[in-house]
């Protein structure tokens, strides 16, 4: 059983920055990609940022520039550091980890969501 679940959401002003937090745990043999999305209220599920195992990036254009993800290995953990939010960053965001477990197939895990809020 491997299980996601993320972290570090909260309410923060126009400008100010928060950092996401997202662990994977459980019976792991392997890690693959790792994504950060987010789903703001009645609109569809968008890609925030992702990377891979290697550390290779990419990012959503609406958040080039002012967000950066990174992850640790070891930790199974991965981090979203967000700068200059802006009130169109408010959702909930979701991690998405691809694991694969012991004698497992490679399966997409989601985490239960944090909410980012970005008001004045």
């Known amino acids: 059983q491997v299980h996601v679940v993320e972290s570090g959401g909260g309410l923060v002003q126009p400008g100010e920055s928060l950092r996401l937090s997202c662990v994977a745990t459980?019976?792991?043999?392997?890690?693959?990609?790792m994504e950060w999305y987010r789903q703001a209220p009645g609109n569809l599920r968008e890609l925030v940022a992702g990377?891979?195992?290697?550390?290779?990036?990419n990012y959503g254009e609406s958040v080039k520039g002012r967000f950066t993800i990174s992850r640790d290995n070891a930790k199974r953990t991965m981090t979203l550091q967000m700068n200059s939010l802006q009130v169109e960053d408010t959702a909930v965001y979701y991690c998405?980890?691809?694991?694969?477990?012991?004698?497992?197939?490679?399966?997409?895990?989601w985490g239960q969501g944090t909410q980012v809020t970005v008001s004045s």
């Open positions: 998405k980890a691809e694991a694969k477990g012991f004698g497992g197939t490679w399966v997409d895990y």
């Open positions: 990377i891979t195992h290697g550390g290779s990036t």
């Open positions: 459980g019976s792991i043999e392997s890690m693959s990609a």
